[in-house]
């Protein structure tokens, strides 16, 4: 049966994951209060994730379905293992609240229910920017770096988690990249770390703090405040800002440039206008704040620039309280959550890729309407994209809004206004934590109704594994025969 052969590694992610709880445990006996929770639930997590490795058999063979079923699995088990220490020690007593607050972790959205975050104790503030850190970049990309006795067909794994809706970007050697990839994550890691410790002035905690929910974007900060405490320190607030871009671009690009110099980060379209858009949606909404508040035109464009590309690439950084900002500048940033980073990236949303492929289809199918017999192909980067990978992706962009719609609506039977549900949507879905109103940049989400929340953990964990790995799982089909595989089944799914 194909379900021993996935329960051996799964048991195997889980007691990974479950050694890590021992991480926050471990600060807190150094500095106290002492945490037993995590401890408890590391016990947990190693007990559960020990029976399914020996329940299970051995096996470095794996099909595309069984990825999909692996990572759907690995997702759920550590979103609620995350979850029961904020249980345990009595700091969420809800157990929506708490897997809430895990899931909002662990895809790096940074949507808290905790109103007072300086009421923690910093064991588990630690633990809510180690869950950050960890989804960011993927649990299963490191795994692939760490693990030594899967065969090729560990890029199924890779497939059905990464974000990397394009053509080339996995390579054959897929363990020497997610070890490459994970390699640039923790170097860009540390030289933000030191940038903000040794540079910036901030404590050795704080700045370890920010720079995992930084570079991962995802928005979770050691104070209640957020980056309020940091606006006036313009050294900070430009080492974060830079670090924001970087986790929302491409980490598969930076290894090219490893390999092939900075040449191909140049040459790279996506990037290019990965950057571009977030240039000319901080100088929108500058320009609006410097002329609707007759602000300070440094202040208004340094403010703009920040405040769009913390929501473009979800990070969801608040440098002031935007829901006081013209109409106008408000759109662009609700726009933005729409838009995302690059394919590759930490970040959520459709993905800068997708909008440059479904404009240039559109442009393709503008001038067959005039030029009916005229042979067109679709390029980027010179490369010709293949028909199959144009129709993955307006299909991702139906399913995306699809989603959205129902996700909407279900929202407003909760109780909510069709507004607060758009954007309330946004925030969870895209994955960028952020709302306006209710749920704005200096609120939490602990006022939600229970049905709202329920709603919006299913989007951020949708959002993070872009919809169609969920949804591939839920699919009646993908259960036929799974457990017993038929004798004449010799293609791989």
């Known amino acids: 049966m194909r379900i021993r052969a996935i329960s051996r590694l799964i048991g195997q992610l889980i007691m990974i994951y ?7 445990f471990a600060y807190s006996c150094l500095e106290g209060p002492l945490e037993w929770s995590f401890l408890l639930v590391s016990i947990l997590g190693l007990a559960l994730g020990g029976g399914l490795f020996t329940y299970g058999e051995k ?44 899931i909002s972790g662990i895809t790096a959205t940074g949507a808290s229910v905790i109103a007072n975050v300086d009421g923690l104790p910093q064991s588990f503030i630690l633990w809510r920017s180690i869950m950050h850190w960890l989804g960011g970049m993927g649990i299963i990309v490191l795994v692939l770096a760490v693990f030594r006795n899967l065969r090729a067909d560990s890029a199924y794994l890779f497939k059905a988690e990464a974000s990397m809706p394009r053509p080339g970007a996995v390579l054959p050697r897929i363990r020497t990249m997610a070890t490459e990839l994970w390699g640039l994550y923790v170097g860009f890691s540390l030289l933000c770390f030191a940038l903000l410790w040794l540079v910036g002035g901030l404590s050795p905690f704080h700045a370890l703090n920010v720079t995992m929910s930084t570079i991962s974007t995802g928005g979770f900060l050691p104070t209640s405040d957020g980056v309020f405490n940091y606006h006036h320190n313009y050294l900070v607030m430009t080492i ?67 405040m769009y590309i913390s929501m473009q690439t979800g990070t969801g950084f ?38 440059i492929v479904m404009f240039k289809s559109i442009g393709i199918y503008l001038r067959q309407s005039i030029h009916p017999n005229q042979v067109q192909v679709l390029r980027l980067n010179g490369r010709v994209m293949q028909s199959s990978w144009i129709r993955r992706i307006w299909q991702f962009f139906f399913a995306y809004m699809t989603v959205y ?5 279900l929202l407003t039977l909760s109780g909510l206004s069709y507004t607060e549900a758009l954007e309330c949507t946004s925030a969870t879905l895209s994955n960028v934590g952020l709302s306006f109103g209710r749920w704005g940049p200096t609120l939490a989400f602990d006022t939600l109704p229970s049905l709202a929340k329920l709603v919006c953990i299913v989007d951020m964990v949708l959002g993070r594994l872009e919809i169609f790995t969920v949804l591939v799982v839920l699919h009646p089909d993908f259960w036929r025969g799974y457990f017993i595989k038929p004798k004449n089944e010799v293609t791989r799914l």
């Open 318 to 355: 608040a440098i002031g309280n935007y829901d006081q900002w013209p109409n106008f500048a408000q759109m662009i940033l609700f726009l933005s959550t729409f838009i995302g980073g690059c394919s590759g990236s930490t970040a959520g949303a459709i993905k800068v890729f997708r909008f």
């Open 59 to 102: 096996s470095n063979q794996f099909f595309l379905r069984d990825s999909y079923l692996i990572v759907a699995s690995t997702w759920v088990a550590t979103s609620v293992l995350g979850a029961l220490p904020f249980m345990g020690a009595g700091y969420l007593t809800s157990p929506v609240d708490a897997l809430f607050e895990s």
């Open 18 to 24: 479950a050694a890590i709880l021992l991480l926050p």
């Open 240 to 306: 974060i800002g830079i670090f924001m871009v970087i986790g929302g671009g491409n980490f598969a690009l930076y290894y090219s440039v490893k390999r092939l110099g900075l040449g191909s980060l140049l040459a790279d379209l996506e990037f290019k206008v990965y950057i571009g858009i977030l240039l000319l949606g901080g100088f929108l909404i500058g320009s609006s704040l410097w002329m609707s508040l007759d602000s300070n035109p440094i202040h208004a464009y340094a403010n703009g620039l920040f």
């Open 405 to 409: 719609g129902v996700s909407t609506l």
